[in-house]
Each structure stands twice: as structure tokens, then as C-alpha cells.
């Protein structure tokens, strides 16, 4: 049985998500009352980016698991590294959901507040 000292998180993650839906409230509040200017999309940038450089903090203990994890599966699999891998890679992205769900959403937020240019 293989077994990982996990950073429990959900506190954390939760406060990151509600952070994120309380920024997109605000722009879309500003936005409604026409009243979204360069310096408050500024802000909210700011806020969104505060939120991504949390969850990359955050989810650095799960990157410093990869290694161990890694040569774990394939110590125990020894017959098999393609079912070591395949299991590896499996519980590492498992791992990982909860902090990229949460990153994707900053980055679609971002994308959102500041359109990226159609014709760079």
C-alpha cells in the first residue's frame, strides 16, 4: 500500500474559489453599471492574479510529491512500469484537479476582464 503525507487544503481552496466568484461579481456589477474603467479592470487583475500566485504556493507540496510518488509506484510495480506509470500518473493528476479547476478558472476570469487580442 503506498502512502503520501497529502496537504489537506479544502479550506484553503475554498476561500481561493469564493475569492474568484466575489472578483467576477465585481466585474460584472462594474460592467452592468457601465462603469467598468481601465483602473478597475486593473484592480480586479490584480485580485485574480493574488488569487493564481495563492494556488501556485499552495499546490507546490503536491509538485515536491511527484518524485517520491513516482518511484514509489515504480518500486512496487517492478513487473509492470507501464501499470506503475499508468497508476502514478493517475493518482498525481488526481491530486492536482482541485488546484488547476481553480486555476483554469483564474485564467478564464483574466481572459474575461481583459479579452487576450483576436489579431495579435
Known amino acids: 500500500m503506498l502512502l503520501f503525507k497529502i496537504p489537506y487544503h479544502k479550506n484553503q481552496l475554498r476561500k481561493a474559489s469564493q475569492t474568484l466568484t466575489a472578483i467576477e461579481e465585481a466585474y460584472q456589477k462594474y460592467k452592468k453599471k ?5 483602473e478597475v479592470k ?3 487583475i490584480f485580485e485574480c492574479n493574488k488569487v493564481l500566485y495563492f494556488l501556485g504556493d499552495l499546490s507546490m507540496p503536491i509538485f515536491k510529491l511527484r518524485t517520491i510518488m513516482e518511484k514509489e509506484y515504480f518500486d512496487q510495480y517492478k513487473s509492470s512500469p507501464k501499470l506503475a506509470k499508468s497508476l502514478y500518473l493517475k493518482e498525481y493528476q488526481k491530486l492536482h484537479k482541485p ?3 481553480l486555476k483554469n478558472k ?14 495579435p
Open 34 to 38: 457601465k462603469q467598468l474603467t481601465e
Open 99 to 101: 488546484y488547476d479547476a
Open 42 to 44: 486593473e484592480k480586479l
Open 106 to 119: 483564474a485564467f478564464k476570469l483574466l481572459d474575461l476582464i481583459n479579452p487576450p487580442d483576436k489579431n
